[in-house]
C-alpha cells in the first residue's frame, strides 16, 4: 500500500507547531519563579543515604555534585546505571560528600511528576519511559532538552542559571557545606546537565569561596561565561560518543570563534579534554555502563569513575594545608 505523502507531511507539520508552540511557551516556568508566583521554596526529595551517597560528613574533603541526564523528573536516581555509577564513586571517594538529588531541569528543584497542575501527565509519561511504549516516554527527554536550551540562551539563560545555583547551595547547605570553606566543589554534568552546571557556575562561584570545579561526563554545553568562572573544566569525550554532534549547534565551541569563553579556556588552560577511547553517551557501552565488555577488559563504568577519582583527589591533595611541622610558627621580633 502506497503511503499517502499528503497525510503524512500533514501530520509532521502538525508536531512542528505543537513542537515551536511547547518552546514558545517553556520560559514561562522560570519567568514565574523569577516574578515570585511559585514562593522561595526549594523542593527536596529528603530521600535516606544509600550506598554513601547523600551522607553527612562533616569534616569533609571536598562535595561532588551529581546533575543528571536529560531522562530525569525529580531529584531521585532512578536509572540504575547511575545508580551503580554513584555507588562506585562514593566507595573510591570516601572522603567526599556525594550529592545527587538535585533535578537540574526545575528551577526550584520540582519533580516533574509532583507539579500542582500537570503531575498526571508526567506520571503516565514515566510509567511509559520505564514500561513502554518507551516513544512516549521519550516527552520527558524533550521538555528537559528544552530547559537546556533555555540556559544557553541569552535572553532567559542567565535567569534560569541563577535559579539552578541556588539550588545547588541550598543543597550543599543542607549537606553542612560552610560556604566560608575553602573545599573544593566538583559539578559533574552528565550529557545534557553539562549545560546546567556550567551556566551556574558563574553565580554559585560569587556566593562561596570554595574553588569549582566542572566535570563534563559527555556533557552538552555552550561556551558559557560559566567557564571563565570556574578553577578549571574536565571534558570526558567518549570517542564513540555520537552526542558530541552537538557541539556543532553551538558557535562559541567552534575553534574559529577565537575569543569566546569555551577557546579562552582551552588556550590559557583552564580546560582539559579527556579521550575515553571506545565509550559512548549512553546503554550499552556508555560512560556508566558497569557490563563488562564483549572484546575484554573492565566494563566503561570503572574508567569513568578512575578518571573522576583522579581528577578530584588530585585537587583535594593540591589544595589541602600542608603538614604542621612544614608550616613553623613565626615568632614575633
Known amino acids: 500500500m502506497t503511503p499517502d505523502w499528503g497525510d503524512v507531511g500533514t501530520v509532521l507539520l502538525a508536531l512542528l507547531i505543537v513542537l515551536l508552540g511547547w518552546a514558545a511557551l517553556t520560559p514561562f516556568e522560570m519567568l514565574g519563579w523569577w516574578a515570585g508566583w511559585f514562593g522561595n521554596r526549594i523542593y527536596n526529595d529528603n530521600l535516606p543515604a544509600e550506598s554513601g551517597v547523600r551522607t553527612v560528613r562533616p569534616s569533609a574533603s571536598s562535595y561532588l555534585l551529581f546533575l543528571s541526564g536529560i531522562g530525569r523528573v525529580s531529584g531521585q536516581t532512578l536509572s540504575y546505571r547511575e545508580q551503580e555509577f554513584l555507588r562506585r564513586l562514593a566507595e573510591t571517594l570516601p572522603h567526599t560528600v556525594i550529592i545527587d538529588d538535585i533535578f537540574p531541569y526545575s528551577v526550584n528543584n520540582m519533580a516533574l511528576t509532583g507539579q500542582p497542575y500537570f503531575a498526571r501527565f508526567w506520571q503516565w509519561a514515566l510509567r511509559r519511559k520505564v514500561n513502554g511504549p518507551s516513544l512516549a516516554g521519550y516527552i520527558i527527554n524533550m521538555r528537559n532538552i528544552l530547559q537546556v536550551a533555555m540556559s544557553t540562551d541569552k535572553r532567559y539563560g542567565p535567569l534560569y542559571n541563577q535559579a539552578m545555583a541556588e539550588v545547588m547551595l541550598d543543597s550543599l547547605l ?6 566560608e570553606s575553602n573545599a573544593p566543589i566538583f559539578l559533574i554534568g552528565y550529557s545534557g546537565a553539562g549545560q546546567i552546571a556550567v551556566g551556574a557556575t558563574a553565580f554559585l562561584s560569587e556566593w562561596i569561596k ?4 566542572i566535570i563534563s561526563l559527555g556533557g552538552i554545553f555552550s561556551s558559557d561565561p560559566g567557564l571563565l568562572a570556574a578553577a578549571h573544566t574536565y571534558h570526558l569525550w567518549g570517542t564513540k560518543d555520537n552526542a558530541q554532534v552537538w557541539r556543532l549547534a553551538m ?3 567552534w575553534k574559529i570563534m577565537t575569543a569566546s569563553a569555551w577557546n579562552r579556556v582551552l588556550r590559557t588552560g583552564r580546560a ?6 571506545g565509550v559512548g553517551h549512553t546503554g550499552n557501552g556508555g560512560y556508566l555502563d558497569f557490563k563488562l565488555p564483549e572484546t575484554g577488559g573492565a566494563p566503561p563504568v570503572n574508567r569513568t569513575v578512575a578518571v573522576i577519582a583522579n581528577i578530584v583527589e588530585g585537587i583535594v591533595r593540591r589544595t589541602e594545608p600542608a603538614p604542621a611541622e612544614d608550616n613553623p610558627p613565626v615568632t614575633p621580633a
Open 174 to 179: 543542607r549537606y553542612q557545606y560552610d560556604p
Open 251 to 253: 558557535p562559541g565551541r
Open 272 to 277: 582539559t579534554i579527556i579521550s575515553m577511547e
Open 210 to 213: 570554595s574553588p569549582i570545579y
